[in-house]
């Protein structure tokens, strides 16, 4: 896949400054919940039709990326 980064913008004047898919106001975490929840990509993109496969993929790839860099530290 393409850089993920390069379909995401984060920007403080749109959605309290989220991650969002760019051109959009749908937040990263938008796609992520729906997908928690058991919508297909199909039905995602049937409901908003702004979006494309390669965005829930970005979605996706910048959730992970997050989740790697992330240190736990004891208490």
């Known amino acids: 896949m393409k850089e993920f980064a ?3 913008s984060i ?8 991650p969002c898919i760019k ?3 749908i937040a990263i975490a938008d796609i992520l919940q729906w997908l ?12 908003y039709p702004s979006l494309r496969e390669e965005h829930i993929l970005a ?3 910048f959730a992970a990326n997050r989740e790697s860099i ?3 530290i004891a208490a």
């Open 36 to 47: 928690a929840s058991g919508m297909t990509h199909a039905q995602i993109l049937h409901d």
């Open 11 to 18: 920007n403080p004047e749109v959605r309290f400054g989220k």
């Open 70 to 72: 992330i240190k736990i």
């Open 23 to 25: 051109g959009t106001r």
């Open 59 to 61: 979605a996706l790839a």
């Open 6 to 8: 390069s379909y995401i």
